[in-house]
T-cell receptor
Framework: DAGVTQSPTHLIKTRGQQVTLRCSPK?????VSWYQQALGQGPQFIFQYYEEEERQRGNFPDRFSGHQFPNYSSELNVNALLLGDSALYLC????????????FGPGTRLTVT | EDKVVQSPLSLVVHEGDTVTLNCSYE??????LLWYKQEKKAPTFLFML??SGIEKKSGRLSSILDKKELFSILNITATQTGDSAVYLC??????????????WGLGTSLAVNP
């Protein structure tokens, strides 16, 4: 049973560029959350998708957007990249909207130069 | 403002030692507290605590919640080098509806030396 997968594992972009990160949830899970984790910090909630809709959002600007597909996989898009966007981006899935037990993917390390 | 504070921030022990990690919180309408272990990248779920005084146990790890004093502890007995990781604590406020807005601590970085 595959767990949560994310791609790519590492990414280097320059300021102003756009990036798309991908996540496939654990089998049987339908809810996907995205987090940004800076070095030495706890994960910061970006947003969550369920039934292909953004259900709730953290304190992130509109440059951060996402999408969920019918197969429950999800994308995180970041436009007009800033140096401060450099972080580990984690995707987490759960099996229903009331589950607090999240399973995290390995993350994508984004470096903005 | 809701917050979760973990202590210590870092800890170095020798194999075989017992460690206690602390997580205190100030959160409006507390619902649950979660512990995760983060090695390299992905946090791994350890425990979810909702009721006071009920110990959750998994092998050498155990955790308990005190809703009166607003804290939880995570104990690791007979530590091994494989326990080296960052241990994260997160609180679920009841207004969150589900796991959408966990409030995370900064973590405790544990290093277990052979």
């Amino acid at each position: 049973d595959a767990g949560v997968t994310q791609s790519p594992t590492h990414l280097i972009k320059t300021r102003g560029q756009q990036v798309t990160l991908r996540c496939s949830p654990k089998s049987g899970h339908d809810t996907v959350s995205w987090y940004q984790q800076a070095l030495g910090q706890g994960p910061q909630f970006i947003f969550q998708y369920y039934e292909e809709e953004e259900r709730q959002r953290g304190n992130f600007p509109d440059r951060f957007s996402g999408h969920q597909f019918p197969n429950y996989s999800s994308e995180l898009n970041v436009n007009a990249l800033l140096l401060g966007d450099s972080a580990l981006y984690l995707c987490a899935s759960s099996w229903d909207t009331y589950s607090y037990e999240q399973y995290f993917g390995p993350g994508t390390r984004l470096t903005v130069t | 403002e809701d917050k979760v504070v973990q202590s210590p921030l870092s800890l170095v022990v020798h194999e075989g030692d017992t460690v206690t990690l602390n997580c205190s919180y100030e959160v409006t309408n507390f619902r649950s507290l979660l512990w995760y272990k983060q090695e390299k990248k992905a946090p791994t779920f350890l425990f979810m605590l909702t009721s006071s005084g009920i110990e959750k146990k998994s092998g050498r790890l155990s955790s308990i919640l005190d809703k009166k004093e607003l804290f939880s502890i995570l104990n690791i007995t007979a530590t091994q080098t494989g326990d080296s990781a960052v241990y994260l604590c997160a609180v679920v406020p009841s207004w969150a509806g589900n796991n959408r807005k966990l409030i995370w601590g900064l973590g405790t970085s544990l290093a277990v030396n052979p």
